[in-house]
Structures are given as C-alpha cells and as structure tokens.
C-alpha cells in the first residue's frame, strides 16, 4: 500500500529553527509537496522536489532524498505565524496526491 | 499563484435536506478539480476526481449517489451532498490543478464548513 509517515505534533521556540521529516513508500513518484494549513482555512502550496537536493526558498527549504523515501522541510527563524499543520504530499505514477496525516508545530514565545 | 474560489464557506443545515458547495477556477481554466473532506485534527481524504464533461471518478468507499458531483465547465465544479445527515459533517475542500504552473501543484479553495444537525 501507500503511505506517508511525518510526525504528529512537533514544539518550538521563536526564531529558532525546526526540521519537519517525512518518509513515504508510493507506487511512482513524480514530485513531493510540502503545504501549509493553518487551522479551519485550506492548505496553501509551500514547496516541490522532484530531484534530490535542496530547495531554498527565503526561511523554508525543503530537501528531498528519492533513494532514502525521504523529505524534510526545514523552517528558520520561526515566527509565531508559522503555528500551522504542515502537509506532506506525493504525487504518484497517476499524478494522484497521497497525503500525509501532517504535522501540527506549535510555536512558543 | 492561481485562485480557486468556493462557496458558501459555511452552512448549517437539517438533516435530510441536500447542500450544493461550488468551486471555481477564477484565472485559470481546470479540466480536473478535486474534492476532499477532512475531519478534525486528521488529513485531507480525497473524495473524487472531477473531470471536465465527463463523470466523476470516486474513490473507494464514497458513495457517488450521497455525493454528487458535476462538472459543467472548465472553471466551476459542484458537489451535492444529498440527503445529509450529522455523520456529513465536515469541512470540505476543492482544488484544481493548473497546468501552466511548472510544479502541476493543485490550488485550494477555501474550503466549506458543513454542519448537519
């Protein structure tokens, strides 16, 4: 079957800087997403792998390991705005979206 | 980015009665939308894939006679909850996949909070 796994709840403090990991096992690739949702709006798109490495894009990167099943999406100098649920999403050799569970970060003064 | 719109953002309904919630492509035209559902604190659960002048693909487990979905032009997609019940309640999201965008993300809707009492 398909899965992605990512943790459920992670905590951090303002300005610091926090690494949200996802593992997944899907028939085909063709790209993995990261999203953003903060709580009762839709998602909103953060960032796409399709090749491995790094992106960076302003305080997000998100990095990508397509031998390892692996991906992590890295935020720095956190601000209290960035209290959301971040999705992990692979498409797959459909180019359907297999979503994770997402990972709820709690921001912290 | 593209804007997909939806609406209503909110309804509360009786049970028994049928709620329609559309979603629009507002700067791009969408040959496919998505509808999801998503329960609290969980993931989004992908309902159907809706296709342009064509019938909907539904996953496995949604019934396609409660949830009827219709999409009649390449910029509006309806979902019709019929006959809903309390366990319908949920929050439910639209997104279309632009295909000038060079990632093929899909773009969201705002998403419609239902509540069937």
């Known amino acids: 079957g398909q899965n992605i796994d990512q943790p459920t709840e992670m905590t951090a403090t303002e300005g610091a800087i926090v690494q949200i990991n996802c593992t997944y096992q899907t028939s085909g690739f063709n790209g993995l997403f990261w999203y953003q949702q903060h709580a009762g709006e839709a998602p909103t798109f953060l960032s796409y792998?399709?090749l491995d490495g790094l992106e960076e894009k302003g305080r997000f990167s998100s990095f990508l390991s397509r031998s390892k099943g692996y991906s992590y999406l890295l935020l720095k100098e956190l601000q209290m705005k960035d209290s959301a649920s971040y999705l992990c999403a692979v498409m797959d050799s459909n180019y359907q979206l297999i979503w994770g569970a997402g990972t709820k970060l709690i921001i912290k003064p | 980015g593209a804007v997909v719109s939806q609406h209503p953002s909110r309804v509360i309904c009786k049970s028994g009665t049928s709620v329609k919630i559309e979603c629009r492509s507002l700067?791009?035209?969408?040959?496919?939308m998505f509808w999801y559902r998503q329960f609290p604190k969980k993931s989004l659960m992908l309902m159907a894939t809706s296709n342009e002048g064509s019938k909907a693909t539904y996953e496995q487990g949604v019934e396609k006679d409660k949830f009827l979905i219709n999409h009649a032009s390449l910029t509006l997609s309806t979902l019709t909850v019929t006959s809903a019940h309390p366990e319908d309640s949920s929050f439910y999201i639209c997104s279309a996949r632009d295909y000038r965008s060079p990632y093929n993300e899909q773009f969201f809707g705002p998403g419609t909070r239902l509540t069937v009492l």
């Open positions: 792998n399709v």
């Open positions: 700067d791009f035209q969408a040959t496919t």
